[in-house]
């Protein structure tokens, strides 16, 4: 798809909406003001979906052809064996739909916010819980994704960003709650006191849905790349399968999302 749009002089971009959150922004505005960051913590807690789109009037899909179908399975399936040929069906569906399909989105937003990453230090994935250790140079990144699909419409999903003197956190709401603000928690105090406070921001009601369009229009008629471009999109896929492949192995993989075509230049010493 990049080669494609780079043939065709078009721009392309990949819908990872975190990144256009007004509360995520001002968290990166806040986020180089902390000092001796040490911890990063993100917390999913997946919950059934429908309770938030009842109210929407949705409709159902049907009529799609059996044979459209088998093939875009096949599809899938062949994506699947290239990306990791010699994992198991369990590990081959937890990439393909707990990371790629899930996951993606925090990963996504852990890059905007800290970088590349430089090692996945631990990953076990399952259908019900994924857990993943990943270091930002000094500083440490626990991700917890859990599966709660079949109790209460409670989803939440938090990003802490834990120092000694100052503690950042960014939770979100369900995605498909329109218009629903993400909240800003900034928390500090006068190290060794009980003195300690916290301050609750509502940057905004707008839409990172609809931020990322205007971000998308805005790159089209200002002919330059999104913020969240395609080498950005395959940055997440890589660092998705090197995630799959430390749980396979169970050992560290270094640079997890870097691209094959980086790594091949700087083991060639070419530019």
Known sequence: MIEAADRAGVHLMVGTMKRYDPAYQRLLEL??????????????????????????????????????????????????DAALPDADEETRFCYRWMLLDNLVHEFNALRGALGEPDRVTFADLSRSVVAVNLTFGDVECHLSWVDLLSGIARYRQEFMFLAPDERLTLTLPSPYLRNEPSELTVEGGEPGSSHSWSRREIVSYDEAFKRELVELHRAITDDREPLTDGRDGLHDVM???????????????????????DLSASETGSQ
């Open 239 to 261: 660092l998705c399968r090197s995630i799959a492949r430390a749980h396979l192995e169970r050992a560290p993989v270094q640079d997890p999302s870097r691209l094959e075509a």
């Open 31 to 80: 986020l180089p003001e902390v000092d001796g960051l040490r911890l990063v913590r993100v917390t999913t807690l997946e919950s059934p979906f429908e309770p938030y789109v009842q109210h929407y009037p949705l409709v159902a899909p049907s009529g799609v052809p059996d044979s459209v179908l088998a093939a875009l399975r096949e599809d899938d399936a062949r994506r699947l």
